[in-house]
Structure formats: C-alpha cells, structure tokens
C-alpha cells in the first residue's frame, strides 16, 4: 500500500471517529431546563436545587445560569432560564429546538400563589414549551409558593391548566386554518379544546414545592435522577 492510499485510509478513520465522536455528544441527554414566567420563584429554586444549604435569593434573571451537577455518577447541566417574555424567542430557537436532543427534562415553574389571576399566562408559556419542544421532553411541573395561604394545589392546578391548554388549542386551530382548509402551523394535539393530559406524547407530572421553606424540593431532586 503507497503513502498516499495511507493517507487517504487514516483521513476517513479519522473523520469517522470524529462524527461518531459528534454524533454521541449530540444525542447525549444531560440537560435539565427550568422555565417559568417571571416572579415564579423559579431562579431562588434553581439556586435551593443546586446548593441544598444556599441562602435563599430573590431577583429577577436576565441571563442564563447553568450550573453541572453529579447525579448518578453523571453530569447534568442544570440551566436556569430568564422567565421574561423578551427571552421567549431566544429559549425557543437555542434550548427547544437547536440544542433540543441534549434537553433530559424540562422543570416548568409555577407560582400557585397567583395562578389564578395569571392562568392564560402560564397556560400560553406551557403550551409553547412544550409545542416547539417536540412533545417529546419529559415536564415537571412545580407549583411554587406552597407555603402562602392562597397557593393552590397542584391537582387544582393541573385540572385547570387541562382546561386551558384546550381552549389554546382550539383558538390557534382555529387562528391557524387557511382558506384552503389546511392548517399552517401545528397545534399542541388535533383534539381541540378536549385536550386532555394524555393526548400528549411526553410526561407532564405536578408537584407542590416551596423553594422557601423547601417543601417539595427533594421530589424535584429525585425526578432529575429519573
């Protein structure tokens, strides 16, 4: 065999290695997304996940924070995503879509405290997170702020976001429909506003937690080692 075949063999090898090299990393799953609109108490239970004995925080995020946790002998990237809505596009084009196959689960942080003044809100971000996710990400939904007496549960919760999340879908079906008939964008699931938790590909569980007296937390703890 004369040097150049050689060479022409070791340069495929080697740009084999590197795109199975890529290829894993790619669809390495060790990402754990927390999201929530703003004022949700998201960041300081971010900061309680990481860093069991931290003080407690209280402000508003405009960057990323991304801590790496050993979970299970694993790294987990745990990344704390800013809650305001100027961030939206920005959380849908880098983490839901271009970095989606690194995305382990997705923590959706909910302040019960004020859900109901706040429903169509957090039903809106919820519903996006989930649609430009693929409907394929596991989702944990934290109801926050259990330590405040007008917090609801998070069966209330849950019940109430099902009913939203189907009076979303069936507005935007009906927003999204041409004049030919076809729709131009996909909706979150084609039941309209029967929408019902199960309709979904992905897991979207409920806890209640309070980042302030640590109530919960340790369930959020144990799902990012699911």
């Known amino acids: 065999?004369?040097?150049?075949?050689?060479?022409?063999?070791?340069?495929?090898?080697?740009?084999?290695?590197?795109?199975?090299?890529?290829?894993?990393?790619?669809?390495?799953?060790?990402?754990?997304?927390?999201?929530?609109?703003?004022?949700?108490?998201?960041?300081?239970?971010?900061t309680?996940?990481?860093?069991?004995?931290?003080?407690?925080?209280?402000?508003?995020?405009?960057?990323?924070?991304?801590v790496e946790l050993q979970v299970k002998g694993d790294s987990v990237h745990v990344v704390d995503f800013p809650g305001g809505e100027r961030f939206r596009k920005q959380l849908a084009e880098k983490w839901l879509t271009k970095e989606r196959s690194s995305l382990k689960?997705?923590?959706?942080?909910?302040?019960?405290?004020?859900?109901?003044?706040?429903?169509?809100?957090?039903?809106?971000?919820?519903?996006?997170?989930?649609?430009?996710?693929?409907?394929?990400?596991?989702?944990?939904?934290?109801?926050?702020?259990?330590?405040?007496?007008?917090?609801?549960?998070?069966?209330?919760?849950?019940?109430?976001?099902?009913?939203?999340?189907?009076?979303?879908?069936?507005t935007r079906a009906a927003a999204l429909v041409t004049t030919d008939g076809s729709a131009n964008r996909k909706t979150l699931t084609d039941t309209g506003s029967d929408f019902t938790w199960s309709d979904l590909k992905c897991s979207v569980d409920f806890v209640e937690c309070s980042a302030e007296s640590d109530k919960g937390l340790d369930a959020i703890r144990s799902w990012l080692k699911n």
Do not use: H
Not at 9 to 35: D, Y
Not at 48 to 66: G, L, M, P
């Open 1 to 46: 065999m004369d040097t150049t075949t050689v060479a022409i063999a070791t340069a495929v090898i080697v740009v084999l290695i590197t795109l199975l090299l890529l290829f894993k990393k790619g669809v390495k799953k060790n990402t754990v997304l927390f999201v929530g609109l703003s004022d949700s108490g998201k960041t300081k239970m971010f």
């Open 48 to 66: 309680k996940i990481v860093n069991r004995n931290a003080d407690a925080i209280t402000y508003t995020s405009f960057q990323e924070n991304i």
């Open 105 to 170: 689960g997705i923590v959706f942080v909910i302040d019960a405290s004020t859900y109901s003044k706040r429903a169509r809100d957090v039903a809106e971000f919820l519903y996006d997170v989930i649609l430009n996710s693929g409907s394929r990400i596991p989702v944990l939904s934290a109801c926050n702020k259990q330590d405040l007496n007008l917090a609801k549960s998070d069966q209330v919760v849950k019940t109430a976001l099902e009913k939203e999340l189907g009076l979303i879908n069936k």
